[in-house]
């Protein structure tokens, strides 16, 4: 059994349509990662887990149950953990405060968890009593990913967290992302560097037009001519 | 010197007092606004309302022949606001809440709290008809005395009991407000919400959790002030006439959806109000004496008279928006 299972889904935001079938399953032991061009409908697909818009056709299984078109503040005490790809810190609110905000369907003592985020980017520890939204692009996606970890996920997704960053912080982006996964927690990423993403996926999906063109292991879809020629620039 | 002390007692005493009140509304409104996104027009009746609710419990209190230290409306303050932090609830839950699982757009929502104000105001004339009422009829209004130790002083530094009462309340508020916000699992999660609602939610947080403690929180408040200023003043069904403008003023001049920004923008408008009808005349007078012959005196030198105070949070308004669009507290609200 798979740890998430869309099975032809299709969703929009109201108008038209825009997955039409997307067909995607994840192990707790993968690194799923999502390429396609833009306005394939790849942060369409995360959202659509995540019941940010409506699912209308398909399902969403997570470790067995059906969570299609659930809430969020049901998924995440669940196990699910989602960053956006844009506006994904609170930035008028200290890096702390940001971490706390992803424990927050959390009871229990969260200060090991907390410990374990600032070992895994120091950089936070240091700024933790400073507004995130004063920090750098790099220094913004480490709060937003331990936002998202702070809940304890067994999937956790991510919308090109190396948008727009330097290349030193992608690859320490991709680092924390293979160690988390190492860790046991399942990863389904978006990302538009796809070759230096696939490298260490053990699934791809390719998207074009709201449904999966290829799917198979990060290196099958390396080696394929067809995708490289179309959707990883020859 | 007397006129010093007189200048205290209106402006600076005045000014606090006027002040808090208006805190109070416009932490509503501000904390409204950053968590639902829409300009809550009956905030001021619901001060109203909140008024009335305490002069109700008030009477009920006086009717069974209780009697307290403290003047009665304070003593009825905080059951007070529990019903009317539940009527806020309610409202939301019977107007407002329906619209926004439509959909509704900030405009919509701002109509219909148009329409909220004018089912407030219908309500309480219809229960307590057109006219003025004092929550002291039944008991003295106490006037406090402090004589200063100052040659040439005879007037004393003078405030009533309910003014003195009302600056505490207001500093406890704003303190326990505070620590909600910063310490606590629900106010952080609020901020959390008005910062980025998506991300909030994505977050896990409770969005419609957040929505309710804001309606409490802001309906609560909004007790405090109108009960205070009818203690203050006296209470009519149009209360808030005078003080919508004013309340939204605040808020906007702090920067909408920042409760730290409502409270300066509060006093802000208040200092401003008292000084602006103050007769700077009488702080002239003393030296009427070496002022030279053709230069008389007015007898008022006030800069608004005071039917024309409104004016006051008008011009501020006015000004900031077009100076200082996002509030002169802090920058633009996300
Ligand atoms: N909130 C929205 N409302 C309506 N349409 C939307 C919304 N968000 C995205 N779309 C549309 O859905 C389609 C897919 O968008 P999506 O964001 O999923 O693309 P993407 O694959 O993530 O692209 P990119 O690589 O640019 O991030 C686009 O045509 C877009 O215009
Ligand atoms: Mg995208």
Redesign the interface.
Known sequence: MSLVELKDIKAGYGGAPILNGVNIAIDASDIGVIVGPNGAGKSTTLKAI?G?LTVTDGSVTFAGQDITNS???R???MGLS?I?QE???????TVH?NL???A??RRDDISDTLDEVYEMFPDLKAKRRQNAGELSGGQRQMVAMG?ALM?KPKLLMLDEPSAGLSPRYMIEIFEQVVKINRAGVGILMVEQNARQALAFATKGFVLANGQNRFTGTGQELLDDPDVAKSFLGG | MNDLIFFFNQVMIGGVVLGSIYALGAVGITLIFGILRFAHFAHGDMMTMGGFVAFVLATLVAGMGLAFPLPTGFIVLPFAMVIAAGIALGIDKGFYAPLRARGARPVTLLIASIGVTMMIQGLIRLFFGTSTRSFFDTEPKTLIRIDVPIEGATRPISFTEPQLLLVILTLIAVVALHFFLTRS?LG??M??MA??P??????????KQVVRVTWIIAGGLACMAGTMLALDVSLKPDLAFNIVLPIFAAAIVGGLGHAYGAIAGGFLLGFAETMAVFNWAVLLRPFRDNLPEWLEIPSSLALVQSEYKLTVAFIILVVVLLVRPTGIFKGAS?
């Open positions: 995540f940010l809430e969020a503040d998924l995440v005490p989602f956006p506006h994904n810190v609170f930035t008028s609110m405060e706390e905000m992803g927050f369907v936002r809940s | 699992r952080k999660g901020r959390a910062d980025n998506d991300l909030a939610k994505v977050s896990g947080i409770n969005t996300t």
